[in-house]
T-cell receptor
Framework: SAVISQKPSRDICQRGTSLTIQCQVD?????MFWYRQQPGQSLTLIAT?????????ESGFVIDKFPISRPNLTFSTLTVSNMSPEDSSIYLC??????????FGSGTRLTVV | AQSVTQLDSQVPVFEEAPVELRCNYS??????LFWYVQYPNQGLQLLLK??????LVKGINGFEAEFNKSQTSFHLRKPSVHISDTAEYFC???????????FGKGTRLHILP
């Protein structure tokens, strides 16, 4: 299965600031997915990132709040903008390798104070 | 669209006893099904997946699941649990033609000594 490196692993940020999370995959993949896991909750898909096109956002998530970059087939970033305490969550990136299922990064634990 | 229901938010079970974690799904198309495990303060790890073929799927750590199309279920089982199985377990579904997966709310497995 794919190896995904995600960083930072955790951060504590001031409200009103932004944090960019990086996701690096060890092989080329068409799509990368960004999820949010709020405390004690399940995973919710934020957006799907394709290389060379704009990300596709799920209902309730907008590009101004969660801009995504996908400059090549092995890398993506998610920015959490103008943060508030409600943005405190674990953010995970994921890829789908055919035949292997979806693989997840270890996550970024974000606390907004 | 697909949806997943995990019927139990928490399941306590004694060590070395068998366990079943229940998962039902809803979909108008053919599906792939997954079980993921999340150990405390860690990312998600794929336990097993059903893509096609045999309806009984064996995964890592002694877990198995059975796809039951008529019951729209994909229950996870282990004949004898260990304290190290303490974790959150997520059932997930994706449409065969879809590019994203939908997660259930998770079941927290408590192993009692």
């Amino acid at each position: 299965s794919a190896v995904i490196s995600q960083k930072p692993s955790r951060d504590i940020c001031q409200r009103g600031t932004s944090l960019t999370i990086q996701c690096q995959v060890d092989s080329q993949v068409t799509m990368m997915f960004w999820y949010r896991q709020q405390p004690g909750q399940s995973l919710t898909l934020i957006a799907t990132a394709n290389q060379g096109s704009e990300a596709t956002y799920e209902s309730g998530f907008v590009i101004d709040k969660f801009p995504i970059s996908r400059p090549n087939l092995t890398f993506s970033t998610l920015t959490v903008s103008n943060m508030s305490p409600e943005d405190s969550s674990i953010y995970l990136c994921s890829v789908d390798r055919e035949g292997y299922g979806y693989t997840f990064g270890s996550g970024t634990r974000l606390t907004v104070v | 669209a697909q949806s997943v229901t995990q019927l139990d938010s928490q399941v306590p079970v004694f060590e070395e006893a068998p366990v079943e974690l229940r998962c039902n799904y809803s979909s108008s198309v053919s599906v792939y099904l997954f079980w993921y495990v999340q150990y405390p303060n860690q990312g998600l790890q794929l336990l097993l997946k059903y893509l096609s073929g045999s309806t009984l799927v064996k995964g890592i750590n002694g877990f198995e699941a059975e796809f039951n199309k008529s019951q729209t279920s994909f229950h996870l089982r282990k004949p004898s649990v260990h304290i190290s199985d303490t974790a959150e377990y997520f059932c997930a579904v994706s449409g065969v033609e879809d590019d994203k997966i939908i997660f259930g709310k998770g079941t927290r497995l408590h192993i009692l000594p």
